[in-house]
């Protein structure tokens, strides 16, 4: 009960502002987590649509549409987008010659290379470097912002028109001083699923290399289809992984691995997670795409 009240406290004061700037969002945060209201919500506000063919002209390599929104529908997970060559080198030029921030309480800023002194400083090694709202002064993650292939794979699949509502940029480093309060903080090694709204889709792009020793991406396919009562009946956007395990089976756990440039697409209902960072840092861009206005405060992260 006490570590329950220690992690509602935490959260208390965003939840406080989003509930302010937005205040339909206490009546998603209350019933957003249960099947069947995702599911009236879903009848009364979409339309079945045929899907639309994705554009030829656009930054971002993908699969076809229909298979796209066929393994989201499935899996909650589609891999198979890329980066045009250009648009890569560009968000990693601008990461590696801008400050990042930790979002702990010291929010020291630095670059991304100078994170080893930057961890002198401090107790607790920084897991992860946020460029927060700076994100925006990269051109190449602006055209992405209004790309046509990701707004038409966003619609096919919510079933609506969407636009951008979310975007981060951020490195995971490997460290070795950490608890669980930056664990929770960096949302890694912590399966959980995303409330951010009724219906959203998420882009990620690794930007450099990343195997299973570079933090990569882990979800449970399907888990945001098949949920079990005690999952959907609770506080807590996170869940133990032993409990997870047990309901849905180690099979279903997947490790989303790959080159520099490459990423995949996702609906965050799905329970996943970050991973620390062992061998080499890992630099990620999230786009998250839905068909309704955010609290202002969720746009870049800064809240987590």
């Given at each position: 009960?006490?570590?329950?009240?220690?992690?509602?406290?935490?959260?208390?004061?965003s939840?406080?502002?989003?509930?302010?700037?937005?205040?339909g969002?206490?009546?998603?945060?209350?019933f957003?987590?249960?099947?069947?209201?995702r599911?009236?919500?879903?009848?009364?506000?979409?339309?079945?649509?045929?899907?639309?063919?994705?554009?030829?002209?656009?930054?971002?390599?993908?699969?076809?549409?229909?298979?796209?929104?066929?393994?989201?529908?499935?899996?909650?997970?589609?891999?198979?987008?890329?980066?045009?060559?250009?648009?890569?080198?560009?968000i990693?030029?601008?990461a590696?010659?801008?400050?990042?921030?930790?979002?702990?309480?010291?929010?020291?800023?630095?670059?991304?290379q100078?994170?080893?002194?930057?961890?002198?400083?401090?107790?607790?090694?920084?897991?992860?470097g946020?460029?927060?709202?700076?994100?925006?002064?990269?051109?190449?993650?602006?055209?992405?912002?209004?790309?046509?292939?990701?707004?038409?794979?966003?619609?096919?699949?919510?079933?609506?028109?969407?636009k951008?509502?979310?975007?981060?940029?951020?490195?995971?480093?490997?460290?070795?001083?950490?608890?669980?309060?930056?664990l929770?903080?960096?949302?890694?090694?912590?399966?959980?699923f995303?409330?951010?709204?009724?219906?959203?889709?998420?882009?990620?792009?690794?930007?450099?290399?990343?195997?299973?020793?570079?933090?990569?991406?882990?979800?449970?396919?399907?888990?945001?289809?098949?949920?079990?009562?005690?999952?959907?009946?609770?506080?807590?956007?996170?869940?133990?992984?032993?409990?997870?395990?047990?309901?849905?089976?180690?099979?279903?756990?997947t490790?989303?691995?790959?080159?520099?440039?490459?990423?995949f697409?996702?609906?965050?209902?799905?329970?996943?997670?970050?991973?620390?960072?062992?061998?080499?840092?890992?630099?990620?861009?999230?786009l998250?795409?839905?068909?309704?206005?955010?609290?202002?405060?969720?746009?870049?992260?800064?809240?987590?």
């Amino acid at each position: 009960m006490l570590a329950s009240a220690r992690r509602i406290a935490v959260r208390a004061p965003s939840y406080a502002t989003y509930a302010r700037e937005r205040p339909g969002w206490v009546f998603l945060i209350v019933f957003g987590r249960l099947k069947w209201a995702r599911w009236i919500e879903r009848k009364l506000r979409t339309k079945p649509t045929l899907q639309t063919p994705l554009p030829a002209s656009s930054d971002v390599d993908s699969p076809d549409a229909d298979i796209v929104t066929r393994r989201l529908h499935s899996d909650g997970v589609c891999e198979g987008f890329s980066l045009s060559a250009a648009t890569f080198e560009e968000i990693r030029t601008f990461a590696n010659e801008n400050c990042c921030s930790s979002r702990d309480a010291d929010g020291m800023s630095f670059l991304p290379q100078d994170v080893a002194g930057a961890n002198h400083e401090r107790s607790n090694d920084i897991l992860a470097g946020y460029y927060f709202s700076a994100v925006e002064r990269s051109d190449a993650v602006n055209r992405l912002l209004v790309d046509p292939r990701l707004l038409a794979v966003a619609r096919n699949y919510l079933g609506q028109h969407a636009k951008n509502i979310r975007v981060r940029l951020w490195w995971s480093f490997p460290a070795r001083r950490f608890d669980d309060g930056d664990l929770r903080r960096a949302a890694q090694d912590r399966f959980h699923f995303d409330l951010n709204d009724w219906r959203t889709l998420k882009f990620f792009f690794y930007l450099t290399d990343v195997d299973e020793f570079s933090g990569p991406h882990l979800y449970i396919r399907g888990s945001h289809r098949h949920r079990g009562l005690r999952h959907q009946y609770t506080l807590f956007h996170g869940q133990e992984r032993g409990d997870l395990e047990s309901y849905y089976g180690l099979d279903m756990f997947t490790s989303i691995t790959g080159p520099a440039g490459s990423g995949f697409s996702e609906d965050p209902f799905v329970f996943h997670t970050g991973t620390v960072a062992r061998s080499s840092p890992r630099l990620i861009l999230e786009l998250e795409f839905g068909p309704y206005d955010p609290s202002p405060s969720y746009r870049y992260g800064v809240l987590g």
